[in-house]
């Protein structure tokens, strides 16, 4: 054990690698005013995200939603319509499914396997779910007489696959850049790069006339909900799990 903890010290120091422990480490009253919030971010997401499932059930569209597609449209910039298809690009299959794996293997290539799982594990979790809630809800996608679309789609609107797998996959990778790497340029460009594909991919969903503002919304509202598992998850068995980074203690690798 001495020995482990003296290759991850070294590991820390020399790799590159900062794992810092501040949720073990923080006071307990500071512990307990992040559950608070936790738990007040979690009750809300999931009623506001009820409530829009039913509005999205029930309605095919909003007014809100007609007038947030076409002021978006309004930007006929080549530039602008070139970066709205290429944020949504990736997400597609089957480029969504190389995406996946390319990251994912990127992050064992680099010594953090439970990492690499939980990558693997939130990028499918995240679809499955997304294909229930569409199922259940059942909302058609934006009519080609109401707004321009680029491409019409076959499966349901409600919410946006794209924003889920987007908040779900990349949020995870912006939480690991953020919390195992040190302060540096290539942190800072990850961090832009993940944080740049959640923020945009909503916006050119509605640009590109395959979803509605309110099935955006829902897609961000469900794929931060699946982050947020995604992280509880993670952490719980990062100490737990026999993948930890830096290897196998009895090869001293």
């Known amino acids: 054990m001495l020995r482990r903890r003296d290759q991850q010290s070294s ?9 810092p422990d501040a949720d073990i480490s923080a006071p307990p009253a ?8 936790f738990q007040i971010y979690v009750i809300t997401t999931i009623f506001l995200f009820a409530g829009l499932a039913l509005l999205a ?32 690009w990736p997400g ?19 010594g953090e396997p439970w ?6 594990a939130a990028a499918g979790a995240v679809q499955a779910l997304n294909f229930l809630v569409k199922l259940l809800v059942a909302r058609p996608r934006p009519s080609a007489d109401l707004v321009s679309v680029v491409e019409e789609l076959a499966s349901y609107s409600f919410p946006s696959g794209h924003v889920m797998f987007y908040t779900a996959f990349f949020g995870f990778l912006y ?20 944080g ?30 699946t982050l947020a598992v ?19 203690p009895d090869t001293g690798r």
């Open 57 to 88: 059930r029930t309605q095919a569209y909003l007014d809100i939603d007609l007038f947030i597609s076409r002021f978006l449209q309004s930007f006929d910039a080549p530039w602008f319509a070139a970066l709205m298809a290429a944020v949504s």
């Open 196 to 225: 740049s594909l959640v923020v945009l991919v909503g916006p050119s969903r509605i640009y590109l006339g395959q979803h509605w503002a309110s099935d955006v919304l829902g897609g961000y509202l469900l794929g931060s909900l």
């Open 175 to 194: 939480f690991l850049t953020f919390s195992l790497l040190r302060c540096s340029l290539r942190r800072t460009l990850l961090l832009f790069f993940f």
């Open 92 to 110: 597609f299959a089957p480029q969504a499914l190389l995406v996946i794996g390319i990251f994912s293997l990127l992050v064992f290539w680099l």
């Open 30 to 37: 500071q512990q307990r005013r992040r559950a608070l919030f």
């Open 230 to 248: 995604v992280i509880l998850v993670y952490r719980w068995g990062k100490e737990r799990s026999f993948l930890q980074s830096g290897a196998n």
């Open 11 to 19: 590991k820390e120091t020399s790799g590159g690698i900062s794992r």
């Open 115 to 120: 990492e690499g799982v939980v990558s693997l």
